[in-house]
């Protein structure tokens, strides 16, 4: 069972969050999450293609509740893993590292023991660290994203999807881009890297598009 759940938009301020019922059901609170989850484009997360999304995944099963298969998902450390290498892929070590706000600690598993097994008192007290742990690892996270973002791919395309043309930037929407290089594959195909000063954003079209850039 999830017991808490923690997220914000991209951009924003207000961190949201949901916890259990008093019955240490989860349903509702995914019930209820699931109505952002389900109308982003793209979710972001630290090893989330693995742990989180699987969990979101699982307990929607459950409770036969709709789950939007085809939200894109952005994995910090999958890309991390791509694109550096470093002593550790933790998101811990790679706040402390790039220089951001620290990962906060909690108590380990007693925390989760007095959530479930704990007095009244104890439940209330434990479930708010969880919470507070939970919301600032979304602040984080975003932070990581953010840094990290410019030195990876991307796996949407946030032009397209507000009507703009291919050409401009997938990362930011922006259309004042300019071109970086041109590159040739083996086959003789013509690659255009368009590079967005907004965003600090790499990215490569085909030359059709560029014509159309033109």
């Given amino acids: 069972t999830i017991i808490s759940i923690a997220w914000k938009w991209l951009g924003e301020n207000k961190v949201h ?3 259990w019922d008093k019955n240490h059901c989860d349903k509702l609170m995914l019930s209820k999450f699931l109505v952002d989850y389900n109308s982003s ?28 298969r085809f939200v894109k998902s952005f994995d910090i450390m999958r890309m ?4 550096f290498r470093l002593p550790s ?46 919301k600032g690892d979304i602040i984080t996270t975003e932070e990581l994203y953010l840094t990290l973002q410019p030195y990876f791919g991307s796996v949407t395309n946030r032009a397209v999807q507000g009507g703009l043309p ?7 929407g922006c259309k004042d881009v300019k071109l970086l290089k041109t590159i040739f ?13 907004l965003s600090n954003h790499q990215y490569k ?9 033109l």
């Fill in 80 to 83: 991390a893993k791509r694109y």
């Fill in 89 to 134: 892929y933790s998101m811990a070590y790679m706040a402390e590292y790039f220089g951001l706000t620290l990962k906060q600690s909690h108590e380990g598993i007693h925390m989760w023991d007095m959530i479930e097994r704990g007095t009244p008192q104890e439940q209330k007290e434990y479930l708010k660290k969880m919470v507070d742990y939970n």
């Fill in 185 to 197: 594959t083996e086959q003789g195909t013509i690659q255009r890297i368009l590079y967005c000063e």
């Fill in 17 to 19: 969050y949901l916890t």
């Fill in 41 to 68: 484009s793209m979710v972001i997360g630290q090893n989330n293609n693995s742990f989180d999304n699987k969990w979101i995944n699982a307990r929607a099963a459950k409770h036969s509740l709709f789950i939007d």
């Fill in 166 to 172: 291919k050409w401009a930037c997938p990362i930011s």
């Fill in 205 to 213: 079209v085909n030359n059709k598009t560029y014509m159309d850039f």
